[in-house]
């Protein structure tokens, strides 16, 4: 009996065999000396443009929404298939990571060869798509990498070269040449910003970065700033709470939720739900790749009870269209609606929300952007960080928001 065909992805790797010798994912590099104009820009900071990456498409609002559900949901099963994997090494080799949101432009090379990449503190590897490896593998000896994503995969080459992030260029540069890339939702490439020694951050051996992201559908372009930089000037309260580390899951950053209230309503949700175990799981983690916040099934459950006790609209089911589980039918006048508001308690830090942060509505519908986790932790994500200033000091090991008109920044 024939035996079926294999899948792509199994001859990729068929094809790779025989040049794999070692998966060398931890390989990090130090940044070198710049110049003295370079090191000047370095010590006050610089600023990288950011687009939406639905934001080139003629997409209406509910087919953006559905897209950033699926994709979002993707990235959730494969944070969930790490967890596992950090728990039972043996069971796994693969290193799986999430699809992002937002779209950076950088160069590579010299001239620069200028690349639009997803912007990820999900995941720490930085590539880009590679003609057949020719220049960049030759000084590693063939040092092959395989990297997978909530939706596909990347394989290729490591090598290093000069990255450029608009007037700032840094020589050096560890990154994947992608020769094999598959996945929905990928462009030229990705740049990981989490805790692990090939991402950005670390290789650049910044304390500090921040994002200004605009809100959702918004065609305005956001904000990443790389290097320590003054706080907003707009006057507002600074919110600030600890970075947790998760030794087994060392590329995330993980926040500690300790309740949530809605109108005057604090939820009796168990202390112990947004817990980080000793095994790995639990906890919740901020990800600037998720687009809507997933809580631990026992919490969203509160949750939704009481939006549907204090939203009087009826409940429509739109999740075929909308991703999204909870979502309400609205009125003629919509501006007749009144929202409760919302409150996530973080340790040190009660952090209210703006109504668009966590109501998303066309003319018809107004869904929450917030559903129900499958795995065993919550993923805090992008929609209710839009118009803060998110700060991640990692010398103080915090985290900070303060409310900021991003389109502005």
């Not at 687009?51 to 209406?60: A, Q, R």
């Not at 990820?120 to 997978?148: A, E, H, M, R």
Request: hydrophobic share 35%.
């Amino acid at each position: 009996m024939a035996s079926s065909p294999p899948s792509l992805s199994s001859l990729l790797f068929l094809t790779l065999a025989l040049i794999l010798i070692s998966i060398s994912p931890a390989f990090s590099t130090s940044r070198q000396a710049l110049d003295d104009h370079q090191d000047q820009l370095m010590k006050n900071g610089f600023k990288i443009t950011l687009n939406n990456i639905d934001s080139g498409g003629k997409f209406t609002h509910s087919e953006r929404l559905y897209r950033a559900a699926k994709r979002s949901s993707q990235r959730l099963q494969k944070f969930n298939e790490m967890v596992l994997t950090a728990k039972h090494p043996k069971l796994k080799t693969t290193v799986y990571a999430g699809v992002g949101e937002y779209l950076m432009n950088f160069s590579i090379g010299t001239p620069p060869n200028s690349y639009f990449g997803i912007m990820d503190t999900g995941s720490d590897l930085i590539w880009t798509q590679c003609q057949p490896c020719l220049k960049y593998c030759n000084p590693f000896n063939g040092c092959v990498y395989d990297y997978g994503y909530g939706s596909g995969f990347t394989l290729g080459f490591l090598g290093t070269e000069t990255f450029a992030f608009e007037k700032v260029s840094v020589p050096k540069i560890a990154f994947g040449c992608g020769i094999f890339n598959l996945g929905a939702g990928f462009t030229e490439g990705l740049i990981g910003l989490g805790r692990g020694p090939l991402s950005l951050i670390s290789q650049l051996g910044e304390p500090e970065f921040s994002y200004c992201l605009t809100s959702f559908g918004e065609t305005k372009p956001s904000t990443l700033l790389i290097g320590s930089q003054n706080p907003s000037d707009g006057g507002l309260e600074i919110k600030i709470t600890p970075l947790i580390q998760n030794p087994l899951m060392p590329t995330f950053y993980y926040l500690s939720l300790e309740g949530i209230t809605i109108g005057s309503t604090t939820l009796p949700i168990n202390k112990t739900t947004f817990a980080l175990s000793a095994d790995g799981s639990g906890g919740l983690i901020i990800d600037s790749g998720t687009t809507f916040t997933y809580l631990a099934q026992s919490a969203y459950n509160l949750v939704r009870k009481e939006f549907v006790s204090q939203v009087k609209l009826p409940v429509v089911d739109a999740f075929d269209s909308t991703g999204l589980d909870l979502c309400f039918e609205l009125p003629s006048d919509p501006s007749s609606v009144k929202i409760p508001s919302l409150v996530f308690h973080f340790t040190d830090a009660d952090l209210g929300f703006p109504t668009e942060n966590y109501m998303l509505s066309n003319s018809s519908i107004m869904c929450l952007a917030i559903v129900g986790s499958s795995g065993t932790f919550s993923v805090f994500g992008n929609v209710q960080q839009q118009n803060f200033l998110v700060v991640y000091d990692l010398q103080e090991e915090t985290l900070s928001f303060q409310a900021t008109e991003c389109d502005k920044f």
